[in-house]
T-cell receptor, first 113, second 112 residues
Framework: DVKVTQSSRYLVKRTGEKVFLECVQDMDHENMFWYRQDPGLGLRLIYFSYDVKMKEKGDIPEGYSVSREKKERFSLILESASTNQTSMYLC????????????FGNGTRLTVT | DAKTTQPNSMESNEEEPVHLPCNHS???????IHWYRQLPSQGPEYVIH???SNVNNRMASLAIAEDRKSSTLILHRATLRDAAVYYCILRGSGAGSYQLTFGKGTKLSVIP
């Protein structure tokens, strides 16, 4: 089974801190994604990567950046955390960009105070 | 960017079949139809996907309309463990193929 592991289940950070959310997949997938999920808004795509060192903006990239130095790892960075970034963050990976399943991690619930 | 439309909520009795509809009238010829479900406090879980033909797997069946503007996820016998939010999304090779934004989905309640 594909495993997508997010480094933390819960995080509490202060406003202005730099925050790193880590995601690792064990199936050699080319494509990796970061979403945030908020009540009533569904899942919104922040950034995705289709290869090492490649990244593309999703629907809501403002306030975020990403890093993909190795194929198995995709990091989401909040340069200066703000309270409106309090959310559930979900990482996903897939082998093919559209003809294979997305595999999700269990999420990181981030609270910014 | 092709969008999908789903009912906000549906109810089913346990052990009855469930048909979850999804409209995607702007689908392009290269878009695959994917279904995921999300249980409370978990990440979404893949259910099934297809392009043109109906698809079956151990979890569900996917019925795709001939014009591909709509599809239906079929759970053959609902169980309490099937209570979840179900998302229908399109993934394709056209412009915006990586814009995999999920909508609000359909919340399925299963009545014992």
């Amino acid at each position: 089974d594909v495993k997508v592991t997010q480094s933390s289940r819960y995080l509490v950070k202060r406003t202005g801190e730099k925050v790193f959310l880590e995601c690792v997949q064990d199936m050699d997938h080319e494509n990796m994604f970061w979403y945030r999920q908020d009540p009533g808004l569904g899942l919104r795509l922040i950034y995705f990567s289709y290869d090492v060192k490649m990244k593309e903006k999703g629907d809501i990239p403002e306030g975020y950046s990403v890093s993909r130095e190795k194929k198995e790892r995709f990091s989401l960075i909040l340069e200066s955390a703000s309270t409106n970034q309090t959310s559930m963050y979900l990482c996903a990976s897939s082998r093919h960009p559209y003809n294979s399943p997305l595999h999700f991690g269990n999420g990181t619930r981030l609270t910014v105070t | 960017d092709a969008k999908t439309t789903q009912p906000n909520s549906m109810e089913s009795n346990e052990e009855e079949p469930v048909h979850l509809p999804c409209n995607h009238s702007t689908i392009s010829g290269t878009d695959y139809i994917h279904w995921y479900r999300q249980l409370p406090s978990q990440g979404p879980e893949y259910v099934i996907h297809g392009l043109t033909s109906n698809v079956n797997n151990r979890m569900a069946s996917l019925a795709i309309a001939e014009d591909r503007k709509s599809s239906t996820l079929i759970l053959h016998r609902a169980t309490l463990r099937d209570a979840a939010v179900y998302y229908c999304i399109l993934r394709g090779s056209g412009a915006g193929s990586y814009q995999l934004t999920f909508g609000k989905g359909t919340k399925l309640s299963v009545i014992p």
